[in-house]
């Protein structure tokens, strides 16, 4: 008998499922912070890394497994193009891409970023059909459009990690100006993630007072205070990252685990995430945008109409017709 039979009296089998596996498809910067998150927050306890490059997929792999005595859980890792190891996911990620380059928009990233989901989502459908598909590989809104129309899921389980990050860049500068903490500060971006977002001023709160009440020219160009500048530089967040550091990666690795943890929680917390806006604020086209949802272990439970001015009802159908005009562009 070897040293391990001799210590251990086995009674029962090892149960291999987890009911908080997660996949992350993309072991690059914006993968590896989501990974690190997940694991380092509790948010998942079984983490399965995927990557083309299988040196960058191993190396990430080892490094996370050298940490385990640091986190509850277990990474495992999944080389080339064998999706086996990813059964059972309850979520995937997609981060898997390239990404933007200095000056480059993410819409530029549009026809490449399709051509490696062709790839990616019918492995992962087909090893996790019940599965809830976050998209994070940029353009996310028009990807998790394309994700959806691969997959064949029903749109409640396809989701862009659209604003949760522009919404959290917004409250952040928000909070800074007021000096109150980020999660004080109440206030949402929607719309696309990216330059055509829509800044929600009208709902813009602290402590349950509208700041619009106090300063009614608040985000637009009479506004003697120039709020109006926290949405440009929401806008210009990632340009300038990227332009510092060559990519942006804490900031979303949090966002998505942030929304992560709210779908295995079955939390009902509400997000600005992109989903099938059809029929929402008088949008009438197929087409994938941030709104606030709540997310639960279904993903999507519902979407709320966030009573927009007539301003931000405009620059929202400007967005979506932005979307179409890149989504009716992709050859599938
Ligand atoms: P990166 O560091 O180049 O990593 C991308 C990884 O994807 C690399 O390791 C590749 O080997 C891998 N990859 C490429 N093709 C495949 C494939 N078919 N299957 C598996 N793996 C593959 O890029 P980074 O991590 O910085 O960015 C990834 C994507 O996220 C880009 O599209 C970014 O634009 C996007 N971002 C999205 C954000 C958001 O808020 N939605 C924020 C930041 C970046």
């Known amino acids: 008998m070897n040293t391990k039979d001799q210590l251990l009296s086995v009674i029962s089998e090892t149960c291999d499922t987890s009911i908080d596996k997660v996949t992350v498809v993309g072991a690059g910067d914006v993968g590896t912070a989501c990974i690190f998150t997940l694991l380092s927050q509790g948010v998942s306890s079984n983490v399965t890394i995927i990557d083309v490059n299988e040196n960058k997929m191993m190396g990430e792999l080892l490094d996370f497994q050298h940490g385990s005595l640091f986190f509850n859980g277990k990474v495992t890792g999944c080389k080339g193009n064998d999706y086996s190891a990813t059964a059972g996911s309850k979520v995937c990620v997609i981060t898997a891409g390239a990404r933007q380059k200095t000056g480059e928009s993410r819409l530029d990233l549009v026809q490449k970023n399709t051509e490696i989901l062709k790839g990616i989502v019918p492995n992962l459908v087909k090893y996790s059909p019940d599965t809830i598909i976050i998209v994070v590989s940029n353009p996310c809104d028009i990807l998790a459009y394309v994700t959806w129309k691969l997959s064949g899921l029903p749109k409640n389980r396809i989701i862009g990690s659209g604003t949760n990050l522009d919404t959290s860049r917004?409250?952040?500068?928000?909070?800074e100006k007021m000096?109150?903490?980020?999660?004080?500060?109440?206030?949402?971006?929607?719309g696309e993630h990216g330059d055509t977002s829509v800044a929600v001023w009208s709902g813009v709160s602290v402590a349950g007072v509208r700041l619009r009440d106090l300063n009614p020219a608040?985000?637009?160009?009479?506004?003697p205070e120039n709020w109006k500048e926290i949405h440009n530089k929401v806008i210009r967040s990632a340009y300038e990252v990227i332009e510092l550091k060559g990519s942006t990666s804490w900031a979303i690795g949090l966002s998505v685990a942030n929304i992560t943890r709210s779908i295995l929680k079955n939390s009902n917390k509400i997000h600005a995430i992109s989903t099938n806006i059809?029929?929402?604020?008088?949008?009438?086209?197929?087409v994938f945008l941030s709104l606030p949802c709540v997310l639960g272990r279904n993903g999507i439970i519902a979407i709320i109409d966030p009573h927009l001015v007539e301003a931000e009802r405009c620059s929202l159908k400007f967005s979506a017709a932005k979307m179409m005009e890149v989504a009716n562009g992709i050859k599938f």
């Open 170 to 175: 917004f409250r952040f500068y928000i909070a």
């Open 179 to 190: 000096k109150v903490a980020p999660e004080s500060a109440h206030a949402w971006i929607i």
């Open 218 to 223: 608040m985000g637009t160009d009479n506004d």
């Open 278 to 286: 059809k029929g929402m604020c008088g949008i009438e086209q197929e």
